[in-house]
């Protein structure tokens, strides 16, 4: 001994505890500090295709071009949905606008829905297999995430959404590798900015920028369909797609149950349900959402005289609106008498179609001009001419307004497609319809309002 007094057991343990936590994890078989505070490390089991599917979006490291002028408009985002069991791309969405739930409402009707009729659009030889209803949704805690509106689709739909522990960015790894995955391929494009200011050097992505958003997408599924998914997975040892098919079938070393993918049967239902939901009351003149009035007799039959509202307070008028941010000249309510939405379109039809990012910009102008009165219908109206003046004065000369015209051209594409199959299935409906009347099959009038 060195003449030094034993210590207490009550000195160790003081001493050990006052050892900082991030020293122990350090030196314990290599745990990080996160793995010590009580919570699960590992992820939920995995038995088949479409039991836990992840989101979630990033910046695309490219520029694109406007389609007219083909000058640079900026880079744009990217939705992904993976399926953890196999590790298939299960949906995308890409577009100009910040992410947000229509961001993830697109993404999800894009990977729930069959392919054949995407592919076949842009001309893709190869097959992708996976669609269905997705078991649950594995997400971070991004507000987009957090919405009302996805958790009454979740609940709609009888998927449950699942949110990965706060600081463990562990969980959310498979979607993320995925998309680092598509970023680095994407790096060979011309245009692109690469990850880091290394690596892109002297490199000017925007006068090399050459792919239109269009062409992107493009790019973007046959790299999907015909190299992601038949390239070897270093944790599955095994390319996706044969991963998937064993699944679906059955076989393999999980030896699971053969997986069948389900789909809604009443599609424009499920493209309803993806759009962001908000609540309003009807009143006579029709229901009013950011200062804009939308009016159809239909509306009618929520109108509640006041002489009843003094009688009964009780009495609810308010019903559901789906509103698509790609056209805001007609909203959608939900009947539960027939079970089906209704379009409702602006009060005054005259007016011009705009989108949501376009109606927030009309308000905020007509909010600079207007003051001591109460916003108007037609002061919004009146601020988006004299915006969309602006726009045609300056749209070949700053990048912005040539981003925000480009946003509009793919929303307007994006929802004529969405209309076409529209269409298409109520002419088919129809058809079909007549068909059983004819056979003598029990028929129903189908009633449509647009």
Request: hydrophobic share 35%; net charge positive; charged share 30%.
């Amino acid at each position: 001994m060195a003449g030094f007094k034993i210590p207490t057991k009550n000195t160790i343990r003081n001493r050990i505890n006052a050892v900082n936590p991030k020293i122990i994890a350090k030196h314990r078989k290599g745990i990080t500090v996160r793995e010590t505070r009580g919570m699960p490390n590992r992820f939920p089991e995995v038995r088949m295709p479409l039991d836990i599917i992840q989101i979630d979006h990033t910046k695309m490291d490219v520029m694109i071009v406007d389609e007219d002028t083909r000058k640079s408009i900026g880079r744009p985002y990217i939705t992904v949905a993976i399926d953890v069991f196999s590790r298939m791309i299960y949906g995308f969405y890409i577009s100009l606008e910040a992410p947000g739930y229509f961001s993830v409402g697109q993404c999800l009707l894009n990977a729930i829905l069959p392919k054949d009729d995407l592919m076949q659009r842009y001309g893709i030889q190869g097959e992708w297999p996976v669609y269905g209803l997705p078991r649950k949704i594995h997400m971070d805690n991004g507000k987009d995430f957090r919405s009302i509106s996805l958790h009454k689709f979740c609940e709609e739909y009888r998927i449950e959404d699942i949110y990965r522990p706060v600081a463990r960015p562990e969980f959310g790894g498979a979607v993320e590798r995925v998309i680092g995955t598509c970023m680095k391929k994407i790096h060979e494009i011309p245009g692109a900015t690469f990850s880091n200011t290394a690596d892109k050097g002297n490199y000017n992505s925007e006068e090399q920028a050459v792919m239109t958003m269009h062409e992107l997408e493009k790019w973007y599924l046959d790299f999907v369909v015909n190299v992601y998914h038949c390239t070897e997975h270093s944790s599955l040892g095994m390319t996706p797609k044969e991963k998937f098919y064993q699944g679906l079938l059955g076989v393999g070393e999980d030896k699971s149950i053969p997986f069948l993918p389900t789909v809604p049967a009443d599609t424009l239902k499920l493209r309803m349900a993806l759009l962001p939901e908000i609540r309003r009351a009807v009143q006579k003149n029709g229901i009013t959402i950011d200062y804009i009035t939308y009016f159809s007799e239909y509306l009618r039959k929520w109108i509640i005289p006041s002489q009843y509202k003094k009688l009964k307070p009780d009495l609810n008028n308010r019903v559901v609106c789906k509103r698509d941010p790609r056209d805001v000249s007609k909203i959608y309510i939900y009947d539960e008498d027939i079970n089906d939405y209704i379009a409702i379109p602006y009060a005054d039809i005259r007016k011009p179609k705009m989108n949501l990012s376009e109606l927030r910009a009309s308000i905020a102008e007509a909010r600079r001009i207007i003051t001591g009165r109460e916003l108007e219908s037609y002061d919004i109206f009146e601020a988006y001419n004299r915006l969309h003046q602006y726009t045609l004065d300056a749209m070949y000369q700053k990048k912005s307004i040539k981003r925000k015209h480009n946003s509009k051209k793919h929303q307007e594409k994006t929802l004529k497609i969405d209309k076409e199959r529209i269409d298409y299935k109520e002419e088919n409906d129809a058809l079909k319809l007549n068909n059983e009347k004819n056979d003598g099959g029990n028929g129903y009038e189908i009633y449509s309002v647009e």
